[in-house]
């Protein structure tokens, strides 16, 4: 049973390019997580997607950052016009339904942007 | 002051100790999880807690909910433990994804 799928592992974009990240969940998981990990700093949630729904995206930038998580195939973190500062690492995790009490979550590998 | 605070930041055991690492939190929570996050930076989840304790191998963690403190320790540690535990806390009425991390504490065991 593969575990979370990421890719690109390392990606490299110049300013102004726009970058897609991608991230497969784990079989059978329909709930999918996007954090970020910015260099010497903690890990940050950006959103949460259920397949064809944004469920919370209070932790993503209101400008140039979109996620979606199509019915089909992987969730896209899309990051346009792309800045220094966007430099970062970009985990995704997966989970089953979540029930009445929480869950455990799985995460990918990461996808590792650099803006130059 | 960060929501979720982490002691120590640091740690640098030998081969063989007893090694405790905390995390106090300000916030109600649902749930609390312990993360690790490997030098080539992949993170694997180790707990999940919302009371007590939960044992796994050489892993154990406790949670004491009405003083917002957690702990993770680590029996007859070994260099292969060297990594970046995390911990990260599902704050009570957040959504199921909303985590609020700890910066982590980094640890090294020396054979």
């Known amino acids: 049973n593969a575990g979370v799928m990421q890719n690109p592992r390392h990606l490299v974009r110049r300013r102004g390019q726009e970058a897609r990240l991608r991230c497969s969940p784990m079989?059978?998981?329909?709930?999918v997580y996007w954090y970020r990990q910015l260099p010497e700093e903690g890990l940050k949630f950006m959103v949460y997607l259920q397949k064809e729904n944004i469920i919370d995206e209070s932790g993503m930038p209101k400008e140039r950052f979109s996620a979606e998580f199509p019915k089909e195939g992987p969730s896209i973190l899309r990051i346009q016009q792309v800045v220094r500062g966007d430099s970062a690492a970009y985990f995704c995790?997966?989970?089953?339904?979540?029930?009445?009490?929480?869950?455990?979550?799985?995460f990918g590998p990461g996808t590792r942007l650099t803006v130059t | 002051k960060n929501e979720v605070e982490q002691s120590p930041q640091n740690l640098t055991a030998q081969e063989g100790e007893f090694i405790t690492i905390n995390c106090s939190y300000s916030v109600g929570i649902s749930a609390l999880h312990w993360l690790q996050q490997h030098p080539g930076g992949g993170i694997v989840s180790l707990f999940m807690?919302?009371?007590g304790k939960k044992k796994h191998g050489r892993l154990i963690a406790t949670i004491n909910i009405q003083e917002k403190h957690s702990s993770l320790h680590i029996t007859a540690s070994h260099p292969r433990d060297s990594a970046v535990y995390i911990c990260a806390v599902l704050g009570y009425g957040g959504s199921q994804g909303n985590l609020i991390f700890g910066k982590g504490t980094k640890l090294s065991v020396k054979p």
């Open positions: 079989k059978g998981h329909s709930h």
């Open positions: 807690l919302s009371s």
């Open positions: 995790a997966s989970s089953s339904l979540p029930g009445l009490v929480p869950y455990e979550q799985y």
